[in-house]
């Protein structure tokens, strides 16, 4: 099959395809017009090639399983070296979950702190948007800027 066709059967452009050659994760033939050809097997790489990075795996990380599925397995995840990938790949998205946690807890903790100290401000919910009146609301033992100025 030619570049548009395989494009179009994996949802990605030749442009991509070319991209992908060029780091050497996609191999090409040329038939006797000079023309781009692939086969079946190259789609079930360039698949590969897309499930993995649609989870967010950098080309260098997805060249194992590219080479485990041009060995001849039947799945690029079929190899030692495309496990060891999954590993990292679990510790660096344990390490994240981790620093999002703390992210979390600092927002929760900083929300906390706002709402102990100014209970009355307008609350931002999900729900109609609030009027401009509403954000101009100040609680009521606040003194308006500009209001009573005459009496000091």
């Not at 099959?1 to 040329?30: F, V």
């Not at 485990?68 to 790949?89: E, I």
């Not at 307008?122 to 609301?137: H, I, K, N, Q, Y």
Request: hydrophobic share 30%; glycine share 8%; with cysteine.
């Amino acid at each position: 099959m030619r570049i548009g066709e395989l494009a179009r059967r994996a949802s990605t452009t030749p442009r991509a395809l070319r991209y992908y050659e060029s780091r050497g994760l996609l191999t090409t033939r040329r038939d006797a017009s000079g023309y781009r050809s692939y086969d079946e097997a190259d789609l079930t790489i360039l698949r590969q090639i897309r499930t993995l990075q649609d989870c967010g795996f950098e080309l260098e990380d997805i060249r194992p399983f590219v080479d485990c599925l041009r060995a001849g397995h039947p799945t690029g995840d079929a190899c030692p070296s495309s496990a060891q990938v999954y590993r990292r790949k679990l510790s660096e998205l344990d390490e994240l979950i981790g620093q999002l946690h703390g992210v979390r807890g600092w927002i929760a903790g900083q929300l906390a702190g706002v709402e102990s100290v100014a209970p009355d401000l307008p609350r931002c919910e999900f729900g109609p948007p609030l009027s401009a009146s509403d954000c101009d609301r100040q609680p009521s033992n606040t003194p308006i800027p500009g209001e009573d100025d005459d009496e000091h």
